[in-house]
């Protein structure tokens, strides 16, 4: 770690107390006029840091993403993951597609650590489905990326993508007062606005069937941008929490790989599935089946145990929609 990386974990383990500027020169082996300059650069990167004559501690609205602040909370799992923490990329799941596709072509796959996690504060082109842009302003929300090397066939890989919803939710339901819904495939809801987007890419070597690597990209609208939400999403996104709290960032985004690691490792059990079917809102709801001739009406009926959705269209027939995409339909009258 550089010079403002360690000051910035002193401050982060020190919780409530005051750190002298004597004490921090002494642990750093720095003048205090460096640790003050230091500091400054520790506000500059969205850290809020209170100074008296006792000296400098994080305030409580103090929510600066950082490797240290997601390690705080991650326990056991710490030895399981590569983490990199990153103030703003194009894209996480691109940086991490990135590697992979370079490990393949230098024969170097194998070698690729399983759990490889990049979280950035930022995205300057960040992706969602369908090839729509997801908005990833600075300092609001968490834009996170996992390189998986699943051993298992497709069928069972597909899975991660509701896994993560599932997960997504007991993050924000740990770390909050919300009750987060999902909306199929992969939103996730709070009080009737989307705060979280999933996307999952992967490539599939067919010769046997099991992915070469799975990327599954997730971001969280944590706080509200400065301004709002662009015209074309206010009516749409929102945000976990209107109040700012210390390192909540870094608590959803550990609940999140803590709760995802031990959904991941036993994909064939029926709980996660039962718990993304009782956290979904559309059940019994009029919704549009959004086809490429045009949405068709029908009625969301029931969630299998692959967590595909069962739709009744009016006429009576029923259809088990694996992938696409579907609407709520505004109530009439």
């Given at each position: 770690m550089n010079t403002k990386e360690q000051l910035a974990s002193l401050l982060e383990q020190s919780g409530s107390e005051y750190l002298s500027g004597e004490r921090l020169a002494t642990q750093l082996g720095l003048t205090r006029a460096a640790i003050w300059k230091n500091i400054g650069l520790l506000t500059a990167d969205g850290y809020e840091i209170e100074s008296s004559r006792q000296g400098y501690r994080?305030?409580?609205?103090?929510?600066?993403?950082?490797?240290?602040s997601i390690r705080m909370y991650l326990g056991d799992l710490n030895s399981a993951l590569e983490l990199e923490v990153l103030s703003e990329t194009d894209s996480t799941n691109s940086y991490l597609r990135n590697i992979a596709i370079s490990a393949q072509h230098n024969g170097t796959l194998p070698a690729l650590r399983p759990w490889h996690v990049v979280v950035a504060s930022s995205q300057t082109a960040g992706r969602g489905r369908m090839g729509r842009t997801f908005v990833s302003p600075a300092g609001t929300g968490i834009y996170l990326s996992v390189l998986l090397r699943p051993s298992?066939?497709?069928?069972?890989?597909?899975?991660?993508?509701?896994?993560?919803?599932?997960?997504?939710?007991?993050?924000?339901?740990?770390?909050?007062?919300?009750?987060?819904?999902?909306?199929?495939?992969?939103?996730?809801?709070v009080r009737n606005r989307k705060v979280c987007g999933i996307l999952t890419e992967a490539s599939i070597n067919f010769e046997t069937g099991v992915p070469d690597w799975v990327i599954l990209g997730i971001g969280f609208n944590v706080y509200l941008p400065e301004g709002g939400f662009p015209p074309e999403l206010k009516d749409i996104?929102?945000?976990?929490?209107?109040?700012?709290?210390?390192?909540?960032?870094?608590?959803?985004?550990?609940?999140?790989?803590?709760?995802?690691?031990?959904?991941?490792?036993?994909?064939?059990?029926?709980?996660?599935?039962?718990?993304?079917?009782?956290?979904?809102?559309?059940?019994?709801?009029?919704?549009?089946?959004?086809?490429?001739?045009?949405?068709?009406?029908?009625?969301?009926?029931?969630?299998?145990?692959?967590?595909?959705?069962?739709?009744?269209?009016?006429?009576?027939?029923?259809?088990?929609?694996?992938?696409?995409?579907v609407s709520v339909r505004p109530s009439r009258g």
């Open positions: 994080l305030g409580p609205n103090s929510d600066a993403l950082s490797e240290n298992f066939d497709t069928n069972l890989a597909v899975r991660m993508t509701t896994a993560a919803a599932v997960a997504a939710c007991q993050a924000i339901e740990a770390c909050t007062d919300e009750r987060p819904q999902i909306k199929w495939v992969n939103d996730v809801y996104a929102g945000a976990i929490t209107e109040t700012r709290s210390q390192n909540l960032r870094s608590r959803i985004t550990a609940e999140f790989l803590t709760s995802f690691h031990r959904i991941c490792s036993d994909l064939n059990n029926s709980e996660y599935s039962e718990e993304y079917k009782r956290r979904s809102f559309l059940l019994g709801q009029r919704i549009d089946v959004l086809k490429s001739d045009g949405p068709v009406p029908a009625t969301a009926v029931d969630i299998d145990e692959e967590c595909r959705l069962i739709v009744r269209y009016d006429d009576q027939s029923t259809e088990v929609l694996s992938s696409g995409e």
